[in-house]
C-alpha cells in the first residue's frame, strides 16, 4: 500500500521482496496470529 500526494491509498503489485523480508513478514504475521487468539482467549 502507498499514500498518493492527494492522500490517497492504493495498492502496490509490482513491489519485490527479498527473502529476508518475506521471512521477517512471516514472522511478523505468526506473532499477530498469536496474540489475536491470545485476545479472543481473554474476551470470551
Not at 513491489?15 to 479472543?40: I, P
Request: proline share 0%; charged share 30%; aromatic share 2%.
Amino acid at each position: 500500500m502507498r499514500t498518493t500526494a492527494e492522500g490517497k491509498v492504493e495498492m502496490v503489485t509490482d513491489l519485490s521482496v527479498s527473502d529476508f523480508a518475506r521471512g521477517k513478514l512471516q514472522k511478523t504475521e505468526a506473532e499477530l496470529v498469536e496474540e489475536r487468539a491470545s485476545v479472543q482467549v481473554l474476551l470470551g
